[in-house]
């Protein structure tokens, strides 16, 4: 009986699409992880996002659905690089030196590289003390995270690099996500989706006919379909459909859930470390990205604003 209660609710299979968005996106770390031990970043990046893209666009085809043309297709097609190519590459390259779990926490501040490209692009939304506060909090929780003293198994240099790469992947992804949403698109979100990801595979054609020679296992390639599959492919649909049809306050907690998985995978099946200091440092992150969203929403919620 309340199984069926549930699939009769209005927006059960956005609820369903959400829950998929925090486990899939949230597994994508660890399938990073695993794929980079054979995997140069690049050429897991080209054929990772060829065969998503591939796959979307083709569906979309099948089903009769709009393409963008023109202008649109190629501002599409450079979004996609500016927040896939070099957000999710950065990232890609980055897990080559920091494990998956903590990777995934420095993703987490990409909330604060949002707020700010907002506030300087033109006629964005300034930053004012309230949001200002909450970044210097998720900051402080993530200079806890790269200070000496973590995991033993990393060197400081190592995750300093990581940390800052990272960070300079999610500017890009936080500027071509507002570039992205201040065009307007007949095309349908997925098959822009499946642009911008076909795009992302093309730009790192070149870097990856140029990667160091590699063998490749069923470790590796299973890895890689999976990255394009449930990454690109379902996760990305899934988000589209979770966006569109429910509240963003509700879809914005797969940001907190998608960390979670990605360090309990990580503790569990890669034996990575994580510290107690390092859960205090997620906390503090966590809550500078609520106080951000908080702060954020009470502004547009203002008789001013």
Not at 53 to 76: H, M, S, T
Not at 111 to 134: C, D, K, N, Q
Not at 152 to 165: K, T
Not at 235 to 262: D, E, F, H, K, Q
Request: aromatic letters at 10%; a positive charge.
């Amino acid at each position: 009986m309340v199984t069926d209660l549930l699939r009769n609710h209005p927006h059960f299979s956005a609820y369903v699409a959400l829950a998929c968005v925090c486990i899939f996106w949230g597994t994508t770390y660890l399938g990073i992880r695993i794929a980079v031990e054979q995997v140069p970043p690049a050429a897991l990046m080209c054929v990772r996002y060829l065969l998503s893209g591939a796959i979307i666009l083709a569906g979309a085809w099948l089903r009769g659905a709009q393409f963008p043309r023109g202008r649109e297709l190629w501002v599409a097609a450079g979004c996609g690089v500016l927040t896939i190519g070099v957000g999710t590459g950065s990232l890609t390259y980055a897990e080559v030196w920091v494990p998956s779990g903590l990777a995934s926490l420095f993703v987490t501040t990409g909330s604060f590289w949002l707020v700010g490209a907002e506030a300087a692009m033109p006629g964005g939304e300034p930053l004012h003390a309230p949001t200002i506060g909450a970044m210097l909090i998720g900051a402080a929780g993530a200079a806890l995270l790269v200070a000496p003293g973590g995991d033993g198994a990393i060197s400081g240099s190592r995750m300093i690099a990581g940390f800052g790469l990272i960070q300079f992947g999610y500017s890009g992804w936080a500027a071509g996500s507002i570039l992205q949403r201040r065009q307007v698109s007949q095309a349908h979100p997925i098959v822009t989706a499946g642009v911008q990801q076909f795009a992302t595979g093309l730009a790192f054609a070149i870097p990856a006919l140029l990667s160091p020679h590699f063998h490749l296992t069923a470790r590796g390639a299973g890895a890689t379909i999976y990255l394009a599959i449930f990454g690109g492919v379902i996760g990305y649909s899934a988000y589209v459909i979770a966006i569109t049809r429910l509240p963003v306050a509700i879809t914005s907690i797969y940001s907190y859930i998608n960390p979670l998985v990605a360090v309990l995978l990580g503790v569990w099946l890669y034996g990575e470390a994580f510290s107690a200091r390092e859960g205090v440092a997620m906390l503090i992150v966590f809550a500078g990205v609520a106080l951000v969203k908080r702060a954020q929403t009470a502004r547009a919620r203002s008789p001013r604003a």
